[in-house]
């Protein structure tokens, strides 16, 4: 007959001690290094459900806790397992953050997200080819969301909108690469992800300036978001593939598990992207 855990652990403490006050120290010693190995064993997993892109909600869901709840217990805990941004992206935010001072706001809303990727890195190209300046998506942010306020000097946050714009980015940036441990953030992972959610005040703004934006950016960041870098290359001016993932351009000759629709298809990743970005509006 095969002992139970419980079994084990009693047998532990009567090998350790004999005496009755002796075991009771023996036990409480025995719950504390077993409590710290749980602990252990609990962070091992939460992390590969991160690494495998399981979202935070759905971690909570399965624990009975809210996902706040599952985030403050675990993120810190799991942090080794986070990317970094890159400089340029540091640089855009920071960027964003002067914007929505400029406005007199106390938060980074996807907007400012918008001008702020326009300071530098591959972001500002793509929407430098295609004609999007600063001045004209300050224009339509306050057409559509309220005109300026006074300016403040105060460091805005970041909403909850633009939170989950750069959660999507860092999933986007994991799935993009073979190594997600590796992961570095950049600001293409950012225009990808306020592009491909089309409820962004980002997205709304895009459309406003030009309706074929979205499109044209996601045909644009497809050469940045394969993992393989000397794919890269081939990417640049070659026909799309009639079965390309319509949000990213990624085909299965690039491994993309693709999944049809009535005249388009779509990724494993960009599945996984678009299930964030819902719960994260229904959460």
Not at 157 to 181: I, K, P, Q, V, Y
Not at 223 to 228: M, T, V
Not at 257 to 273: D, E, N
Request: with cysteine; hydrophobic share 40%.
């Amino acid at each position: 007959m095969v002992d139970t855990l419980y079994d084990q652990l009693v047998f532990r403490v009567e090998q350790a001690a004999s005496e009755p006050l002796e075991r009771v120290e023996a036990a409480a010693v025995l719950r504390t290094n077993a409590e710290a190995d749980a602990d252990r064993v609990m962070d091992r997993f939460v992390g590969q459900a991160r690494e495998k892109g399981v979202s935070w909600t759905a971690i909570g869901d399965r624990l009975g806790v809210s996902k706040q709840a599952a985030r403050q217990r675990y993120s810190d805990r799991v942090e080794d397992l986070e990317p970094q941004l890159q400089p340029r992206l540091r640089a855009c935010l920071a960027q964003a953050q002067r914007e929505a001072a400029a406005d007199g706001s106390d938060q980074v809303q996807t907007e400012h997200l918008l001008v702020g990727l326009l300071a530098e890195g591959v972001a500002a190209g793509i929407l430098e080819k295609l004609g999007l300046k600063p001045a004209a998506i300050r224009k339509a942010g306050h057409q559509f969301f309220g005109p300026p306020g006074a300016a403040t000097s105060a460091k805005p946050g970041f909403s909850a909108e633009a939170t989950s714009a750069l959660e999507t980015a860092t999933r986007l940036a994991r799935a993009n690469r073979r190594d997600w441990r590796q992961t570095s953030v950049g600001t293409e992972h950012l225009l990808a992800a306020l592009t491909f959610d089309p409820g962004s005040r980002a997205r709304r703004v895009l459309n406003e300036l030009n309706k074929h934006a979205a499109a044209d950016i996601k045909r644009e960041l497809a050469c940045y978001l394969d993992p393989n870098p000397h794919g890269r290359r081939r990417h640049r001016g070659k026909p799309r593939h009639a079965e390309a993932c319509t949000f990213c351009g990624r085909t299965t000759t690039e491994g993309a598990q693709l999944v049809a629709g009535p005249g388009v298809w779509i990724c494993s990743a960009c599945v996984t992207i678009a299930t964030e970005i819902l719960e994260a509006r229904a959460g």
